[in-house]
C-alpha cells in the first residue's frame, strides 16, 4: 500500500506529527484507538462527519508499522 497520499506531516498541525491528510487525526490517535479495543468500523464512525474511509485508516497503521520496521532494522 502506497500511504503516502493519505499520511501528512505538517509542522503547523499538531507539531508536525503524522496525520491522516486534511485532517487533525494522527496516526497516533488511530493506534491508540485500534489499542484501546475500538475496531476500524468503530473509528470511521467516530469519524463520520469526516467521511474518514478505510483506506486512510489502513494507511496509518502501515506508515506505523514502516516506521517501527525501519526502526529497527535500518533503511534498505
Same mark, same amino acid.
Given at each position: 500500500m502506497?500511504?503516502?497520499?493519505?499520511?501528512?506531516?505538517?509542522?503547523? !498541525? +499538531?507539531?508536525?506529527?503524522?496525520?491522516?491528510?486534511?485532517t =487533525?487525526?494522527? *496516526?497516533?490517535?488511530?493506534?491508540?484507538?485500534?489499542?484501546?479495543?475500538?475496531?476500524?468500523s468503530? !473509528? +470511521?464512525?467516530?469519524?463520520?462527519?469526516?467521511?474518514?474511509? =478505510?483506506?486512510? *485508516?489502513?494507511?496509518?497503521?502501515?506508515?506505523?508499522?514502516?516506521?517501527?520496521?525501519?526502526?529497527?532494522t535500518?533503511?534498505n
Amino acid at each position: 500500500m502506497n500511504y503516502n497520499q493519505y499520511i501528512s506531516m505538517d509542522s503547523k !498541525i +499538531l507539531r508536525g506529527k503524522p496525520c491522516i491528510a486534511g485532517t =487533525r487525526i494522527s *496516526v497516533e490517535m488511530i493506534l491508540e484507538m485500534l489499542a484501546l479495543g475500538d475496531s476500524v468500523s468503530d !473509528i +470511521l464512525d467516530a469519524y463520520s462527519h469526516l467521511q474518514l474511509t =478505510r483506506e486512510q *485508516v489502513l494507511a496509518a497503521i502501515m506508515f506505523a508499522h514502516d516506521r517501527i520496521y525501519h526502526l529497527f532494522t535500518g533503511p534498505n
